[in-house]
């Protein structure tokens, strides 16, 4: 088998972080001696997050064996989800914001033994459903679990309680059509429905305003999906939460934005 040298678009501040994580829990469990130090095993596990490499080709990078890989990117991972926030410590740094973007996407996954609930007709494909809340700037300030892809955008946020904690914090927050009816503190643009009259010029205005606006929501969902695991999730569809997690968290040490 051949090799390559390869490089990870993140910086070294990233690595240094998950590796502390690592050693913390390996010492807290008195890990004995493992096949990776802990700074090994972090970069193996950005390398499956952010490049999307398989266990079979980490596991013949690392001169391991695809079970011990699979194993230490689970580990990392769990890790990492543990120090995501939820959305209440997220809503502490929402309601400072101008106002936020809400909207949802579909992460693409491998057909699964229950297939309908996963399968999203809007997309065409089997996902899972990720509400993601971003800034003015179009910055990824939040993630949601993950929902099987036949769940509505609307249904979805409010399940997760989005709409109810963006209204009480009084936040604006600008959404698309799929979110029709939500109200509260959300916006969306005028609908033409059956059997009513055109919308008028004000209301294509706002409507054009609107999407201006929303637009940059889009920003942080492609931030998002620039882990290239999530270009199609090949694993159970109960993982993909965790996994979601734990590129949020990472996300958020290596913009340094948001640290206390």
Known sequence: M????????????????LAERIRSHRKQRRSRWRRLAPGRQALLALAHLRNGD???????????????AWRYVQEAITLL???????????ERIRRL????????????DRVAVQQPYYSGKHKRH???????????????????????????????????????????DVMTFADKGYQGARGS?????????????????????NRAHARI???????????????ILAKLRCCPQRATPIVQAILALHHIEANRYER
């Open 2 to 17: 051949l090799s390559y040298p390869a490089t990870i678009p993140l910086s070294s501040r990233t690595l240094n972080h």
């Open 54 to 68: 398989t266990y079979t080709r980490l596991a013949a990078g690392f001169e391991i064996g695809v079970a011990t």
């Open 81 to 91: 989800a543990t120090a995501a926030d939820d959305l209440a410590t997220a809503m």
């Open 98 to 109: 101008a106002y936020a973007i809400l909207d949802g996407t579909l992460i693409p996954i």
């Open 127 to 169: 996902g899972v459903n990720v509400q993601v809340i971003a800034d003015a700037a179009g910055r990824l300030v939040w993630a949601s679990a993950a929902l099987p892809g036949s769940v509505h955008d609307l249904t979805a946020a409010r399940t997760h309680g989005v709409i109810d904690a963006l209204t009480s914090a």
């Open 186 to 206: 959300v916006r969306t643009p005028f609908k033409r429905r059956r059997f009513r009259p055109k919308l008028s010029r004000r209301q294509k205005a706002v």
């Open 214 to 228: 929303r637009a940059r929501g889009e920003r942080a969902i492609a931030t998002l999906k620039t882990w290239k």
